[in-house]
């Protein structure tokens, strides 16, 4: 009876996405079941270390996630009734163990030939298909680099981040990566500090010929002296003075064609620098749009994944793929487009790096046929995606270049052109390259000169990263991965180690404390050929040509020397970070401090816990706001549960109010107060609460509603939108609506 239940039972895939398993399910039929594991559903614990560490190596010891287990039920019930099993989890290092962490759960029910691995680089119909008829095995060397990259990150987290809490506060954390992606951004930020500008000068002249002016930049003198950049204000100006009565004539002129290649199809990083650059995405965002595009799109009832997996290191194209877009540029922008043989691109590093193709569509649907079934942002990676891949297999764009110089009373000016003569993949990206036009020049003619100027410049200090040019060092520079870039950036802005100055990433004051503590005690594990040296060893992990455990042993025998010196100088880590003031406790006297904590530095008592005296490091004084209790002034302070009213003199005096909008509330009369729920998040109350619940969840503000007279209306900001909107009728209204009411 068993064996005959078997027989007909369903085929199982497992997948770690409930989208991507709704895809699959159109593909697969009747015959299939599929079920999604959310992610990975084994972890090491989250309330301890979970390694053990002695003479035999490194042992983890696996849980299952709290959160996961009706799901861990779920694929052992499911298992059970299944004749086949399919593990079809990502096709990375993170797919790989959560694909051994499923298989280990359910061993003791199916046998381990009966388990079957498939890897879907793309979600298409056919892909699919393919890859269940050629399934695989569990990558052993692929998860224990997995392994031994989250034994590495444990060790890193779980030992440094204590430091920090006992050093600066609690709440902070440290990663192998992390850390280092955060020492470029402080490095930077005291490059800057430390930049003295200098001024110098440069002479530029407006040339004309044939009634087209052209500009040449000033760069070498009757001698032979470079003149680019003049530092002595005097000097420029007795230059300027002989170049006002100077001849120009054409010293030397070339004329010849350049041609452009087209760029490679995305890779991970890439794609996150062009989406960050061109589209303002945050590299979180771009993947997780990706992560979408990949796992299946409904297409008007033809469901499928339009692009292939998105986290990859390597260039290349399957030479099927290749051919449709060949196809493709002959057929929609004609043959004069079209390369005579395909275009080949090579991936840095090994075979690794090379493992999956580059990111690309499956089907090439022109994004615009497609437009009306994704959202807008789907749309927008997407288009990038369809225009960098197909472009590249475009032929090359050919510039007219033009070079001279131009020369007068032995001064030499150098003039140059570009501009674009056949557009070649710039037909398909649409973009239009910047152009500089100067007419065709004849040695040893006369040129006249329109205009000379002087502008006087300022050399300028390295700029900030951007999250695009982050991940481009971070890549260049061979630290961390294609899976590690986005939560890295995610983790440090978390964490409120950087912040945005426009498009620009710098370090909080957090941040630069952070980083100035564990980079002089952890040179070494958190230097950038260390951290790079380790991402490779993992690679040769899944290359199978190291073991994990010799790379852990190497990594702890040196992160141990590190932390142990580093614990030794915690108390001179304490006294170097908190600042002693003049002014001493009103509570006992001793002398006050300032403090790190959750809202950031606050004043506190030398005698903590003794002495449990605080206050904010800035008061601010409300005016006309006197103390219930002693008549004193009232400052605004943060809790629990938002920012409040309290004495000049508390906690020693315990006066206190909500502090109000200076709104009256609708239901009752009376004050409208700031409060802040569980969740940190903001909300405005009725200072009668319990008994009146009247809440909103925008600052209210006195203005009559113009459509329904509601007696107030609510501040609501999203992101650079700014309007009004009535509690009542949910009409919104723009300031400028409201003028008169405002005035």
Known sequence: ???NSKKNGKKLLIVESPTKAKTLSKY????????????????????????????????????????KRDVVSEIKEAAKKASEIYIGSDPDREGEAIAYHI??????????????????????????????????????????????????????????????????????????????????????????????????????????K???????????GPSGENLQKIKDKKQADEILKKLKKAVFSVKDFQERNRKQSPPPPYKTS???????????????????IAQELYEGIDLGGDRKGLITYMRTDSLRMADKAIETIRELIKNKFGNEYLPSKPRNFKSRGGAVQDAHEAIRPTGFEIPDSIKQFLSKEQYAIYNLIWKRAVASQAK?????????????????????????????????????????????????????????????????????????????????????????????????????????DGKFLKPTELGELVSDIL????????????????????????????????????????????????????????????????????????????????????????????????????????EGEKCPVCGKPMVIRNGK?????????????????????????????????ERRNKRGQVFYACSNYPECKFTLPYNPVPIECPECGYPLLMEVRRGKRFYYQCPSCKKTFSPKDLKVKLS
């Open 1 to 3: 009876m068993a064996k």
């Open 28 to 67: 697969l039929g009747r015959n299939f079941s599929v079920i999604a594991s959310k992610g990975h559903i084994r972890d090491l614990p989250p309330n301890k270390f979970g390694v053990k560490i002695d003479e035999n190596g490194f042992k983890p010891s696996y849980v299952i996630m709290k959160e």
């Open 103 to 208: 298989a280990h759960i359910i061993k003791r029910i199916k046998k381990p030939e009966e388990i079957k691995r498939v890897l879907f680089f793309e979600i298409t119909k056919d892909a699919v298909k393919n890859a269940i008829k050629h399934p695989g095995e569990i990558d052993i060397n692929k998860f224990n680099a997995q392994q031994a990259r989250r034994i590495l990150d444990r060790i890193v987290g779980y030992r440094i981040s204590p430091l920090l809490w006992k050093a600066i506060k609690k709440g902070l954390s440290a990663g192998r990566v992390q850390t280092v992606a955060l020492r470029f951004i402080v490095e930077r930020e005291k490059e800057i500090r430390d930049f003295k500008p200098e001024t110098f000068y440069v002479i530029k002249a407006v040339f004309e």
């Open 210 to 220: 044939d009634g087209v002016q052209f500009t040449g930049t000033l760069v070498k």
């Open 270 to 288: 890439t794609l996150q620098q062009e989406a960050s650059s061109k589209l303002g995405y945050a590299p979180k965002r771009t993947m997780r």
């Open 396 to 500: 090359e764009a050919i510039f007219k270049v033009r070079k001279g110089i131009i020369e007068g009373e032995g001064y030499q000016f150098k003039v140059e052109g570009e501009t674009l003569k056949f557009d070649g993949f710039y037909k398909i990206t649409r973009e239009k390259p910047k152009e500089t036009i100067i007419p065709g020049l004849q040695i040893g003619e006369n040129i006249k000169l329109h205009e000379l100027k002087m502008e006087k410049k300022q050399t300028e200090p390295p700029r900030r990263y951007t999250e695009a040019t982050l991940i481009k060092t971070l890549e260049a520079r061979e630290i961390g991965r294609p899976s590690t870039y986005a939560p890295t950036i995610s983790t440090l802005f978390e964490r409120g180690y950087i912040e945005k």
């Open 519 to 622: 980079i002089p005690r952890f040179k070494e594990i958190f230097d950038y050929g260390f951290t790079a040296k380790m991402e490779n060893e993992l690679d040769k992990v899944e290359l199978g040509e190291l073991s994990w455990q010799d790379l852990l042993k190497e990594f702890y025998e040196r992160f141990t020397k590190e932390f142990d010196k580093a614990s030794e100088d915690l108390p001179n880590i304490k006294k170097e970070n908190v600042e002693v003031l003049e002014e001493k406790c009103p509570l006992c006297g001793r002398p006050l401090v300032v403090r790190w904590g959750r809202y950031g530095k606050f004043i506190a008592c030398s005698g903590y816990p003794e002495c449990k005296y605080t206050r904010p490091l800035e008061q601010e004084i409300v």
């Open 641 to 673: 549960y938002g920012r409040f009213l309290a004495c000049i003199d508390y906690p020693r005096c315990p006066g206190v109010k909500p502090l109000s909008t200076g709104v009256k509330c609708p239901e009752c009369g009376g004050d409208i107060v």
